[in-house]
């Protein structure tokens, strides 16, 4: 997602297959995603069906803000809509210079480490 957002994205949609018993993790993963790279991430999890270990995948499909809000949609199948506000990720983009301070720091050399 930070390449995304590097790349100037300002929305990542992120289709994913996660069991019930992951639900809220997968939701604090977007919204700490959406938070630290000033973009929107979406989320569409599918539902009604079962891992092949048993585990039930339920739904919990979500969107969220690159300023911490979030809004779940439940198990059910179907299409859900949410509006965003672009201003919300420029006025992000200006209270955080994550996205600067990356660009300024240029490639980082993992292998001498």
């Known amino acids: 997602m930070r390449r995304l957002a590097l790349a100037g994205a300002e929305l990542v949609v992120n289709p994913a297959s996660i069991p019930a018993d992951r639900r809220g993790l997968w ?11 000033s973009i929107y991430v979406a989320s569409a999890v599918g539902t009604g069906f079962v891992y ?5 995948v339920a739904g919990g499909s979500y969107v969220a803000s690159p300023n911490g809000g ?5 198990s059910e199948a179907g299409v859900y809509v949410a509006e965003l506000d672009r201003g919300e990720v420029i006025a992000a983009r200006a209270r955080r210079r994550y996205l600067d301070d990356v660009k300024a720091m240029g490639g980082v050399d993992l292998v001498g480490l």
């Open 27 to 37: 939701g604090a993963v977007g919204l700490v995603r959406a938070f630290e790279n």
């Open 52 to 56: 092949a270990d048993g585990r039930p």
């Open 70 to 74: 979030f809004r779940g949609f439940g």
